[in-house]
Every structure is written in structure tokens, then in C-alpha cells.
T-cell receptor, first 114, second 116 residues
Framework: NAGVTQTPKFRVLKTGQSMTLLCAQD?????MYWYRQDPGMGLRLIHY???????AKGEVPDGYNVSRLKKQNFLLGLESAAPSQTSVYFC?????????????FGPGTRLLVL | AQKVTQAQTEISVVEKEDVTLDCVYE???????LFWYKQPPSGELVFLIR??????QNEISGRYSWNFQKSTSSFNFTITASQVVDSAVYFCALSEGYNQGGKLIFGQGTELSVKP
């Protein structure tokens, strides 16, 4: 039982390049989330999904797209990377069952955009 | 609008001291959840506790305790007899409830440094 995993762990991009971050969970959770963490700002929600095939915008969605084609996977895409997207990205998942709503986080992906 | 404030940016204590991390929240919802997460220097986010808005009982887990007071909209975290391994950034977070997707709103974090 690996919990929440993220690929890759670290990536360097040039401005304008694209990439996809992969999040996978093996806990059969319905809800999945992408956050970014910047110094002094805590974590901010980018996009989230309440089930396979559904996604919604969070607090800071601009410049990102997401897809949830399978229940266990949640992809975060950057179509044209910008230096402002240099950050640490965390994926999380949670159950929707009452009493089990805690979000569990992956180890993070460190992204540097030059 | 929902908001979480952790006014203490950094705290430094000497080992074995007690330390309290403050968390104040704002929400108009009557049903909500509060969380604490720990982020050690290795970077992962470790879940510590979840409390729902209907349960104001204080919680104790080993050297950790939490004080939830709806009257002051606070959910403070105390570490008793701190240890060097407690050095980390601690985040308080608020969830609006799962009919709204369960999104977490985080405070800015408090960096705790425990010196030997």
C-alpha cells in the first residue's frame, strides 16, 4: 500500500516548455487535489476532482490543466511553463465517507522553471 | 470567506520546553473540519489531527495536545517537553466540508525550531 505517489520528484523546465505531473493513489479515494507550496504562503489549491471524469478549479488555477480519466490517477499539466510556476507541487487524496475525510499527501514534486 | 491565520511565523525553543502554536480561523459554515499537518525538513506533509466543528473536546496524543474553542475560533496545538525531532513547519488547515469538495485552506505555517 504505497498511499499517494507523485512522478517526477524533481524537474527543471525552460520557459515555454510543457510537462505533466502524475499523481497516483491506491486507497480507492474519490477525491483528489493538486496544491502548490510557495515560501511564506502555505499551500494553495490549484485544481481538484470529486470523482473520475470530473474536475474543478481551486484558488490558483491559471496556467494549469488537469485530467482524471481513472479514479486512481490525477494529472496536472503545464502547457507553457513560466518562472512564476516554480514551486513545490503536492497531490492529495481523501475519502468522501463520513469520518474518513482526511487528506493524505504525496511526497511532492519540486519544479524549477528557468 | 474562509481564512486561516497562523500569526507565529517562527518559534525557537530549547529542548524540553513546552510550546503552543496558535491557529485562528474564519468561516461562515456551521459544519467544518480543522486539521494540523507537520512538514519536517524532508518535505513531506504528515497528518496529525482532524477535528470537526461539533466536537469541542480537547485531544491529547502523547506529548501533543489540541485545544479547540469555537467561541474564539481557535484551534491551538501544544507540544509538551519539546524534542529536536519536533523541529518542522506546522500547518493548520480548514475544510469547508465535503459537499463542497473538501478543499483545504491552509494557514501560512509556523516554523518550529527546537534546539538541544
Amino acid at each position: 500500500n504505497a498511499g499517494v505517489t507523485q512522478t517526477p520528484k524533481f524537474r527543471v523546465l525552460k520557459t515555454g516548455q510543457s510537462m505533466t505531473l502524475l499523481c497516483a493513489q491506491d486507497m480507492n479515494h474519490e477525491y483528489m487535489y493538486w496544491y502548490r507550496q510557495d515560501p511564506g504562503m502555505g499551500l494553495r489549491l490549484i485544481h481538484y476532482s470529486v470523482g473520475e471524469g470530473t474536475t474543478a478549479k481551486g484558488e490558483v488555477p491559471d496556467g494549469y490543466n488537469v485530467s482524471r480519466l481513472k479514479k486512481q490517477n490525477f494529472l496536472l499539466g503545464l502547457e507553457s511553463a513560466a518562472p512564476s510556476q516554480t514551486s513545490v507541487y503536492f497531490c492529495a487524496s481523501s475519502s468522501q465517507l463520513a469520518g474518513k475525510e482526511t487528506q493524505y499527501f504525496g511526497p511532492g514534486t519540486r519544479l524549477l522553471v528557468l | 470567506a474562509q481564512k486561516v491565520t497562523q500569526a507565529q511565523t517562527e518559534i525557537s525553543v530549547v529542548e524540553k520546553e513546552d510550546v503552543t502554536l496558535d491557529c485562528v480561523y474564519e468561516t461562515r459554515d456551521t459544519t467544518y473540519y480543522l486539521f494540523w499537518y507537520k512538514q519536517p525538513p524532508s518535505g513531506e506533509l504528515v497528518f496529525l489531527i482532524r477535528r470537526n466543528s461539533f466536537d469541542e473536546q480537547n485531544e491529547i496524543s502523547g506529548r501533543y495536545s489540541w485545544n479547540f474553542q469555537k467561541s474564539t475560533s481557535s484551534f491551538n496545538f501544544t507540544i509538551t517537553a519539546s524534542q529536536v525531532v519536533d523541529s518542522a513547519v506546522y500547518f493548520c488547515a480548514l475544510s469547508e466540508g465535503y459537499n463542497q469538495g473538501g478543499k483545504l485552506i491552509f494557514g501560512q505555517g509556523t516554523e518550529l525550531s527546537v534546539k538541544p
